[in-house]
């Protein structure tokens, strides 16, 4: 700062000092002497306060698409999860529906096991719980 500038100086120096606490008293006696140097001021409060606001807004967009992205891959989780679990009970019912089928048809334990690649415990607990 010097006692004498030119206009561009004064709205170069406030431009750049504006928001330094250590300028204030200088940065209020040039705004007070030129009317244009205050309204640029409040323009650049203005644009501000509007930059702050759009930059909240967009943070707020921004957490609802990652909460909408969370939320998207969860369901996506489950219904794989689902998909997964039912194949398992499809295969499980269908393996059980063929050990009670080779029992009604008068094949043995042991056969059924060995044939079906299971445990003769796990044909026989399927057998008792269809009696």
Do not use: H, P
């Not at 700062?1 to 100086?9: F, L, R």
């Not at 406030?14 to 140097?37: H, S």
């Amino acid at each position: 700062y010097k006692k004498e500038m030119s206009v561009s100086e004064e709205y170069a120096f406030v431009l750049k000092y504006n928001q330094d606490e250590r300028y204030r008293d200088i940065i209020e006696a040039i705004k007070k002497k030129d009317k244009g140097i205050w309204n640029m001021l409040e323009c650049a409060d203005q644009i501000r306060q509007d930059e702050k606001e759009w930059l909240k807004k967009i943070e707020e967009e921004r957490n609802e698409l990652d909460r909408n992205q969370k939320i998207t891959n969860a369901r996506l989780e489950g219904y794989e999860k689902g998909i997964s679990d039912g194949e398992a009970r499809g295969e499980a019912n269908n393996l059980n529906k063929n050990i009670r089928s080779m029992c009604k048809n008068g094949c043995g334990i042991e056969f059924i096991a060995k044939v079906l690649e299971q445990d003769i415990e796990y044909v026989e607990k399927i057998i008792k719980s269809n009696m």
